[in-house]
């Protein structure tokens, strides 16, 4: 089976503008998970995504959000970047069994922000 | 925040030396899964264990869990030059599939 993937791998943008990130999932994953990773404060959750509803959401500003599509795909978006939004955005998929999971990560997006 | 704590921040070891390395956390978990991270890419599950399990192997790993200390350890046998990456302890929280990642721990396995 194919890998998470994540594209694009590298962004650069600008202080104001807003970026949009997207996660493809390993088929037959229905959940996707993504996360920020910064050196400052390592891996954060940012939300979670199951069967194109929002599960759950982390410690962060309304301008971070997300929507999945029915083919399990996701994407994030950030809006009005800051300059502390650059960071390693990873998203992960599941296949839940049960109630104890591994979620399998893609190669991750980094952005900078400038 | 995090949920848990890894020692050491940095490990350095010759090829062929084991590594451990250490991981604490706060709340009760149901299970806690090891991942290793290779310099700024995405991470690679390792290994998870259960709550009801004391110590689980996978190739040249080992696992163990106290959950009456909450803390678990990885032990590394015969590291290769390869493993050198940063390792991540993580436990689930909350109702949904949210991971708690540690601070992580650096290994540098020197050839």
């Known amino acids: 089976k194919a890998g998470v993937t994540q594209t694009p791998r590298y962004l650069i943008k600008t202080r104001g503008q807003q970026v949009t990130l997207s996660c493809s999932p390993i088929s037959g994953h229905r959940s996707v998970s993504w996360y920020q990773q910064t050196p400052g404060q390592g891996l954060q959750f940012l939300f979670e995504y199951f069967s194109e509803t929002q599960r759950n959401k982390g410690n962060f500003p309304g301008r971070f959000s997300g929507r999945q599509f029915s083919n399990s795909r996701s994407e994030m978006n950030v809006s009005t970047l800051e300059l502390g939004d650059s960071a390693l955005y990873l998203c992960?998929?599941?296949?839940?069994?049960?109630?104890?999971?591994?979620?399998?990560f893609g190669p991750g997006t980094r952005l900078t922000v400038t | 925040s995090q949920q848990g704590e890894e020692d050491p921040q940095a490990l350095s070891i010759q090829e062929g030396e084991n590594a451990t390395m250490n991981c604490s956390y706060k709340?009760?978990?149901?299970?806690l899964q090891w991942y290793r991270q290779n310099s700024g890419r995405g991470l690679v599950h390792l290994i998870l264990i259960r709550s009801n399990e004391r110590e689980k192997h996978s190739g040249r790993l080992r696992v163990t869990l106290d959950t009456s200390k909450k803390s678990s350890s990885l032990l590394i046998t015969a590291s290769r030059a390869a493993d050198t990456a940063s390792y991540f302890c993580?436990?689930?929280?909350?109702?949904?599939?949210?991971?708690?990642f540690g601070s992580g721990t650096q290994l540098t396995v020197l050839p």
């Open positions: 993580a436990t689930p929280s909350g109702s949904a599939r949210q991971l708690t």
């Open positions: 992960a998929s599941s296949l839940v069994i049960g109630v104890s999971y591994e979620q399998y």
């Open positions: 709340t009760s978990i149901n299970n």
